[in-house]
């Protein structure tokens, strides 16, 4: 699968303007300032694809970015804190609007901070995900910000915080220093290459 390919499709205000699937889809999902916008510029090895933004909270929509065989899909990031409760609801029709469409979804990346348990946020859309059966990975992103041990407490600690979700696939990466990404690399890769081989 080729990632230097790529360009920007469209941003989406409301679910009803996205268009049908004509790709598999690669999903990312997070709260704001986990490094959504830092992971998707990595991994398509684009300094500024995807925005790396210092201002969370602003006007949320799903981007869409085109590569040959899939897209990249941005859903806007929750969990900000003085985002509007009519924002925060436009939030939610907004992507459960998505998720509720016939799709092709390959994979939904959920990316969580390694540093710090799941937020209450971040485990709704890991229970939803898992209990819908969505195939996903959680990256488990700034992972250049632990030493070495540190990183071995976070992963078991980790593996305490999610026993509710058996089997989960956990992806330590960083945005910073590539460590990891081509490991997330190739989960896309493989989740698309099955619907691909349908046509
Ligand atoms: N050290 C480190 N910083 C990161 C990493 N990923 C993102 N950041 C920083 O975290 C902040 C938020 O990143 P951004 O990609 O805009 O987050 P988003 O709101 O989820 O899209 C920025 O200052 C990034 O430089 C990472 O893997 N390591
Ligand atoms: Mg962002």
């Not at 459960?96 to 390694?114: H, N, S």
Request: charged share 25%.
């Amino acid at each position: 699968m080729n990632f230097q390919i790529v360009s920007f499709k469209a941003a989406y205000g409301t679910s009803a303007q996205i268009p049908p699937s004509d790709l598999p889809e690669i999903v990312f999902s997070g709260r704001s300032n986990v490094g959504k916008s830092s992971l998707i510029n990595k991994l398509l090895n684009r300094k500024s694809m995807a925005r790396v933004s210092a201002k969370p909270g602003k006007t949320a929509t799903i981007n869409f970015f085109a590569l040959q065989e899939a897209y990249f899909v941005d859903l806007p990031g929750y969990g900000y804190a003085q985002v509007s409760e009519a924002e925060k609801r436009r939030w939610a029709a907004l992507v459960e609007g998505y998720f509720a469409q016939e799709r092709r979804m390959a994979l939904v990346v959920q990316i969580c901070d390694m540093r710090h348990p799941p937020t209450a946020d971040d485990r709704t859309m890991i229970d939803f995900l898992y209990q819908n059966r969505y195939p996903f990975i959680i990256a488990l992103t700034k992972l250049d910000k632990l030493k070495k041990t540190q990183r071995a407490e976070r992963m078991a600690a980790l593996q305490e915080e999610l026993k509710d979700y058996p089997d989960l696939i956990l992806c330590p990466c960083s945005s910073e220093n590539g460590e990891g990404i081509d490991a997330i690399r190739r989960y896309i890769e493989e989740s698309v290459r099955p619907a691909a081989e349908t046509e």
